[in-house]
């Protein structure tokens, strides 16, 4: 009984102001991060393009690279002005290059 | 409508023979292979992913559109995953129709398409090194906006104008660049 109130406690006071998205990473990124996906915590009412933002500052070896990609959310292409929710499941796409060669 | 991700061979013929119909007049094949080289460089294999779950959604989209659009009677998408040797089939689009003009624009737009927006990633195996193909950019409708995504920087500085992001588009469609020009170009005046 004591833990569920200490829970919702620390829930309330973390939970209220922020959120959790699942970012995955494919292709180049996957290789420059060493990682599948990240759990990323954003301030609750984010955009795709406050996401954007943070990832924009790291370093992945290829100059232009971040001007290129495509977000996908729940496995929906997205655009930059639409607002992530708690849960989320956050794709970043570099462009794809699937079929067969040119 | 036979939509796949597979991960293993694909067996071309048994699905061509399996789309064909009494009211069919054509079918049309395209079967992409995996060449010995990009631009002289000499390739050993090539390691497919996929963002799995969405990229079949997305291969289910475009082949209900080609139906729609195309009026062709059926269609078959199926694309392999994995490690691919030269002269393997790593995509194999069937289009079945009355008539041949409508297969023919049916699946030549299914894999142009495909290759623009299915989430789909391939890295190449020279004998000499491996890459990330570049891919072709994203259609405009599909990426996001640069200036919407850089306008609240203030260290970035402004966007590109859109003919600067045209010809780095228009580059990168002649060829699948291993070392990125078109970017690096914008890297440098950056």
Redesign the interface.
């Known amino acids: 009984m004591f833990r569920g109130i200490q829970e919702s406690k620390t829930c309330a006071r973390v939970c209220f102001w922020n959120m959790r998205v699942q970012v ?1 990473y ?3 990124l996957k ?1 420059a991060f060493g990682s599948e996906s990240e759990v990323l915590e954003l301030a609750e009412g984010s955009s ?2 406050d996401l ?2 943070i990832y ?1 500052g790291r370093d992945v070896g ?11 959310v729940n ?3 997205t ?3 639409d607002v992530l929710q708690e849960g989320d499941e956050v ?1 970043l ?10 | 409508m036979r939509i796949e991700i597979t991960d293993g061979v694909i067996a071309a013929e048994e699905i061509v023979a399996e789309m064909k119909a009494g009211t069919d007049g054509a079918v049309c094949v395209f079967d992409g292979i995996v060449r010995d080289n990009t631009r002289g460089r000499r390739t050993l294999h090539l390691d497919y992913e996929a963002y799995r779950e969405m990229a079949l959604e997305q291969m289910r989209g475009l082949a209900a559109e080609a139906v729609a659009k195309f009026g062709v009677r059926d269609v078959a998408v199926v694309h392999r995953l994995g490690r691919l040797l030269v002269g393997e089939t790593s995509v194999l689009i069937v289009v079945a129709s009355a008539h041949r003009g409508a297969a023919f624009d049916a699946c030549r737009w299914l894999i142009d398409t495909l290759k623009k927006t299915v989430p789909i990633w391939k890295k190449e195996q020279f004998v000499d090194g491996a890459v990330w193909a570049d891919g072709e950019p994203f259609p405009s409708d599909i990426g996001l906006p640069r200036t919407s995504v850089t306008g609240a920087q203030s260290a970035d500085g402004e966007p590109f104008p859109d003919e600067i992001v045209a010809s780095k588009s228009a580059d990168r469609l002649v060829g699948e660049s291993v070392d990125e020009p078109g970017v690096d170009d914008v890297g440098r005046i950056r």
């Open positions: 995955l494919f292709g180049v290789d795709v393009a954007m933002r924009r290829r100059a232009g690279l971040w001007d290129s990609i495509a977000v996908a496995q929906e292409y655009q930059a002005g794709a796409l570099p462009p794809v290059s699937g079929g067969c060669a040119v």
